[in-house]
């Protein structure tokens, strides 16, 4: 299936078929998160779309990186905006174990170039830089295979996205009460689905009537099963280490249950040989 076949299927809300967004791609050892390498390994093990990073350099390119600082992947002190593209690509990356590794930063263009016609492209992170990325996108004729996400109270973003018919959103959300701002901005731009996050079961966002809500609007919910650290809780507690450690049904098949068409994970391959024997 190719990413126009994906497209279809996210866009298609009669398709009750879970998606998998695979989380900075698939990476370990020293294959690096936020890389070409990452996400086409995802593909690989099974991904239906890829979530990536991405943030402005001080030359003004656009890199693939998440964290706020640069201390985790490169162990010195700043921000991604203090350093230029150039410089960033001089840089050691640090592995998962702590280990400098041959992988090097990558440019979103390096990105668009490697996945190019592949799959659709989730763009987090980079609410402050869109009109960068899309200049991007549309240069390499990609923005039918981008989708950009943004918190739904971002009121810059939103302006941006209302302005911008010809690109997808998912927006994500912790309260309910910006509900019927999602079905605003569905109205005039498309959004085939929104984002919830959900902590505990008995949040706003993962009740039925939520579900019902969304559905009656033609919006499917996406939802991390992340199990990033302790403090983190995504999914309502149904994380990928539940489903691991117990089985999917331990963990994806309550989000599964609940309604979630897109479940965003750190283990791709995992969760394509559970949803198919799921199915």
């Given amino acids: 299936m190719?990413?126009?076949?994906?497209?279809?299927?996210?866009?298609?809300?009669d398709d009750n078929r879970v998606m998998i967004a695979s989380h900075r791609g698939k990476f370990s050892s020293s294959v690096m998160e936020n890389t070409s390498l990452a996400f086409c390994l995802a593909l690989f093990e099974g991904a239906d779309l890829v979530e990536m990073d991405l943030a402005k350099t001080r030359d003004g390119k656009i890199a693939a990186h998440h964290d706020d600082t640069m201390e985790r992947l490169f162990?010195?002190?700043?921000?991604?905006?203090?350093?230029?593209?150039?410089?960033?690509?001089?840089m050691d990356l640090y592995n998962y174990i702590g280990e400098i590794c041959e992988e090097k930063i990558?440019?979103?263009?390096?990105?668009?170039?490697?996945?190019?016609?592949?799959?659709?492209?989730?763009?987090?992170?980079?609410?402050d830089c869109w009109e960068d990325v899309?200049?991007?996108?549309?240069?390499?004729?990609?923005?039918?295979?981008?989708?950009?996400?943004?918190?739904?109270?971002?009121?810059?973003?939103?302006?941006?996205?209302?302005?911008?018919?010809?690109?997808?959103?998912?927006?994500?959300?912790?309260?309910?009460?910006?509900?019927?701002?999602?079905?605003?901005?569905?109205?005039?731009?498309?959004?085939?689905?929104?984002?919830?996050?959900?902590?505990?079961?008995?949040?706003?966002?993962?009740q039925k009537k939520t579900f019902d809500m969304l559905k009656s609007h033609q919006i499917k919910v996406w939802c991390n099963s992340l199990s990033l650290a302790r403090r983190l809780v995504y999914g309502a507690g149904y994380d990928d280490l539940k489903s691991?450690?117990?089985?999917?049904?331990?963990?994806?098949?309550?989000?599964?249950?609940r309604g979630v068409g897109i479940i965003q994970t750190d283990w791709p391959y995992e969760l394509k040989q559970y949803l198919l024997k799921y199915e």
């Fill in 2 to 13: 190719d990413w126009k076949d994906k497209r279809k299927q996210l866009c298609d809300p």
């Fill in 106 to 127: 990558e440019s979103l263009e390096e990105i668009l170039e490697a996945l190019q016609g592949r799959t659709l492209l989730v763009l987090d992170k980079c609410w």
């Fill in 244 to 257: 691991l450690r117990y089985g999917g049904e331990a963990g994806w098949k309550h989000l599964i249950d």
């Fill in 134 to 206: 899309y200049r991007l996108l549309a240069y390499h004729n990609m923005v039918e295979q981008a989708v950009f996400k943004f918190y739904i109270e971002d009121e810059s973003a939103f302006s941006w996205a209302e302005k911008h018919p010809d690109c997808m959103f998912i927006p994500m959300l912790k309260d309910v009460s910006y509900l019927e701002k999602v079905v605003s901005l569905k109205s005039v731009s498309p959004v085939p689905a929104l984002e919830i996050l959900p902590r505990k079961t008995t949040d706003g966002v993962f």
């Fill in 75 to 90: 162990h010195v002190p700043g921000v991604i905006a203090d350093y230029s593209l150039a410089e960033l690509k001089e």
